[in-house]
Antibody
């Protein structure tokens, strides 16, 4: 079954750390770029981070740059998000998502998210 | 950063109505625009990619158009299961991705 399953969410105090995992199954994980997208309660979607299919490149939203680290273990078909120095505004449901790349033109690639996990809730509160 | 602005933010409509949602980019993004549907408590689902391509398995009543800075998502005849929140998303500035703020489609 093609799926993504997140885990690791919970309640954490401001300033502390948490690591999220996303287990992939049913497809060739090592062939896809992977992303984290979050959604604060009652709010819209916010892209968080991306990692290339082979882990060679990563990028982050400005809101988490320097605090969050995305990584992957292709031998375990697992994506991670290490979250440090957590803030109240990091409270959200965190989704992992697979990026489909139908084409690239002049070095710009179309990415859309064709597979999502169910999400894991992270609550930052004292 | 490329900003994506959707309008309206919310919309009331009836089953059978034709509905259009607009997404505007702060700069030209060619056709690097995707649309998602999200229902409460669920992950988003892609409907349209590359501005006008229908994702496999998505009903044909959904369509997308536009290029450059202005895009539309149209539902030709609303069905009860279409009441949800819709988001646009640009990937022109990859690896940085941005979403619109969402349009909540409610039953009139």
């Amino acid at each position: 079954q093609v799926q993504l399953v997140e885990s690791g969410g919970g309640v954490v105090q401001p300033g502390r750390s948490l690591r999220l995992s996303c287990a992939a199954s049913g497809f060739t994980f090592s062939s896809y770029g992977m992303h984290w997208v979050r959604q604060a309660p009652g709010k819209g979607l916010e892209w968080v981070a991306v990692i290339w299919y082979d882990g060679s490149n990563k990028d982050y939203a400005d809101s988490v740059k320097g605090r969050f680290t995305i990584s992957r273990d292709n031998s375990k078909n697992t994506l991670y998000l290490q979250m440090n120095s957590l803030r109240a505004e990091d409270t959200a449901v965190y989704y992992c998502a697979r990026a489909h790349e139908p084409y690239c033109k002049n070095g710009v690639c179309l990415w859309f998210f064709d597979l999502w996990g169910r999400g894991t809730l992270v609550t930052v509160s004292s | 950063d490329i900003q994506m602005t959707q309008s309206p933010s919310s919309l009331s409509a009836s089953v059978g109505d034709r509905v259009t949602i607009t997404c505007r980019a702060s700069q030209s993004i060619s056709n690097y625009l995707n649309w998602y549907q999200q229902k409460p408590g669920k992950a988003p689902k892609v409907l349209i990619y590359a501005a006008s391509s229908l994702q496999s398995g998505v009903p044909s009543r959904f369509s997308g158009s536009g290029s450059g800075t202005d895009f539309t998502l149209t539902i030709s005849s609303l069905q009860p299961e279409d009441f949800a929140t819709y988001y646009c998303q640009q990937s022109y500035s990859t690896p940085q991705i941005t979403f619109g703020q969402g349009t909540k489609l409610e039953i009139k």
